[in-house]
């Protein structure tokens, strides 16, 4: 239950962090990824997207750590929505021939990491 609760803790600043970050400077954050905010309902969309869904989730997991009743939705929920991601990202880069894009393949590690990670919380907290 450590390992899951450090791991909890871990992604919830990651998260957080991330999620301030593309809230105060939404441009800075998506030039990043190659993205350009063309108008200003696009910066509203990146602030609330990126960093408001980012912020919610974050607070969530610092709340799972605390209720052991919360511990093991919360892991599932981050080896559901880490899968989606890495499975999405990988047929984008197919789709947009994404050998090159080292931003793309940094975040599908970090997606892949963490799902193992995830899984593995997931697995020791079931014994």
Same mark, same amino acid.
């Given at each position: 239950?450590?390992?899951?609760?450090?791991?909890?803790? +871990?992604?919830?600043?990651?998260?957080?962090?991330?999620?301030?970050?593309?809230? +105060?400077?939404?441009?800075?954050?998506?030039?990043?990824?190659?993205?350009?905010?063309?108008?200003?309902?696009?910066?509203?969309?990146?602030?609330?997207?990126?960093?408001?869904?980012?912020?919610?989730?974050?607070?969530?997991?610092?709340?799972?750590?605390?209720?052991?009743?919360?511990?093991?939705?919360? %892991?599932?929920?981050?080896?559901? %929505?880490?899968?989606?991601?890495? %499975?999405?990202?990988?047929?984008?880069?197919?789709?947009?021939?994404?050998?090159?894009?080292?931003?793309?393949?940094?975040?599908? %590690?970090?997606?892949?990491?963490?799902?193992?990670?995830?899984?593995?919380?997931?697995?020791?907290?079931?014994?």
């Amino acid at each position: 239950m450590l390992f899951s609760r450090i791991l909890l803790a +871990v992604q919830a600043l990651v998260l957080a962090g991330l999620g301030i970050a593309y809230f +105060v400077r939404p441009e800075e954050m998506t030039n990043l990824s190659g993205m350009l905010l063309m108008a200003p309902a696009a910066i509203t969309d990146v602030r609330a997207y990126y960093g408001g869904l980012q912020i919610g989730l974050a607070t969530y997991l610092l709340l799972a750590m605390s209720r052991v009743d919360l511990t093991r939705a919360a %892991l599932t929920l981050l080896v559901l %929505l880490y899968s989606a991601m890495a %499975l999405a990202r990988i047929g984008g880069l197919w789709l947009d021939g994404g050998l090159q894009q080292t931003f793309n393949l940094t975040a599908l %590690l970090l997606e892949v990491v963490s799902v193992g990670l995830c899984f593995v919380a997931l697995r020791q907290s079931s014994r």
